[in-house]
């Protein structure tokens, strides 16, 4: 059953904040799993940018899947390590899309709680169901997303080493 939700125009800043920190560092995530694409192809920059252009997150997984199965990467290690790094990237899609994608607001009568509300399929925007979150979890998000910014970097300097030998 539905619960009713007001959906306010605006909410405690932080939260702003937290939610503008997970899908910038989401987007960097994006970007570098196109880097590791084409520099794993051994293709140009230009080449790369326009076989990459819009893909999201699941179609670059996808497609380092099939770089991954094949010897595109010479360097097992390296390839392992591009692998282990796109499913982890791929793990944390569905919790960036919930906060990226997710409609914020109070339950009437509880206004010190807030709720993201999902209206991302069918069910969701038929019988609206919230969750409640803190401010602290999608800092986590974010936390998390920026180690693995930090691993996506070191990743693509090994990467282009390996693929230059």
């Known amino acids: 059953m539905a619960k009713a939700y007001e959906y306010p125009i605006d909410i405690d800043p932080a939260y702003y904040a937290a939610i503008g920190q997970v899908t910038a560092r989401w987007a960097w995530l994006e970007h570098r799993l196109s880097v590791l694409i084409r520099e794993g192809f051994r293709v140009d920059k230009a080449a790369g940018r326009a076989w990459t252009s819009g893909m999201q997150a699941v179609a670059l997984h996808r497609t380092i899947q099939v770089l991954v199965k094949g010897t595109w990467i010479r360097d097992a290690k390296v390839r392992k390590a591009v ?7 791929e793990q944390l899609r569905e919790r960036r899309n919930n906060f990226a994608h997710g409609i914020y607001g109070p339950e009437p009568g509880a206004p010190g709680t807030l709720y993201r509300i999902l209206m991302r399929g069918f069910n969701n925007i038929m019988a609206p169901n919230g969750t409640p979150i803190t401010i602290r979890e999608v800092q986590d998000l974010a936390a998390e997303l920026r180690l ?5 970097l070191a990743l693509t300097t090994e990467l282009k080493k390996a693929q230059r030998k």
């Open 83 to 89: 692998d282990d790094f796109a499913n982890a990237v």
């Open 148 to 152: 693995l910014q930090e691993r996506g």
